[in-house]
């Protein structure tokens, strides 16, 4: 009989690389490796260690819950950066103007963001 040895104990491991082999979140993790190595902002380290981040670990954040955020005092003009999905919430009726950075789809299709005349960076098409 073998001894079981415990590896919960066992240094862990972060990632370097998303698992992911999708391209366009390749070329993501190129630049802000890149903006996180010349820069001295937090904010890109923070945006790059998000990118590695499995699914599990992106949980979708809801339409209700930025705008929630968004109204808080101060951030008024501010821009969004979300690293993950936006879920269409269907209790939010009237969604305000927002500025949003978004790295993956967004489920509610984007027609609240663009009918509350807000902007998607991701957006591709309209400036």
């Known amino acids: 009989m073998g ?3 415990r590896h919960n104990k066992d240094p862990k491991v972060p990632r370097k690389e998303p698992n992911s082999q999708d391209i366009y979140l390749r070329l993501l993790v190129k630049l802000y490796r890149f903006l996180a190595r010349r820069t001295n902002s937090t904010f890109n380290q923070v945006v ?7 699914g599990t670990n992106r949980p979708p954040l809801s339409l209700s819950r930025m705008i929630r955020n968004m109204k808080l005092p101060g951030r008024e003009n501010k821009m969004a ?4 999905t936006i879920t ?4 939010v009726q009237e969604v305000p103007k927002l ?5 993956v789809t967004i489920r509610s299709k984007g027609w ?3 009918r509350a005349r807000g902007r998607r960076a991701s957006r591709g098409y309209k400036n």
């Open 3 to 5: 001894v079981d040895i």
């Open 48 to 54: 790059l260690k998000r990118l590695f981040m499995s």
């Open 81 to 84: 950066v979300v690293v993950g």
């Open 88 to 91: 269409d919430d269907v209790r």
């Open 99 to 103: 500025k949003v950075c978004l790295r």
């Open 112 to 114: 609240k963001f663009e």
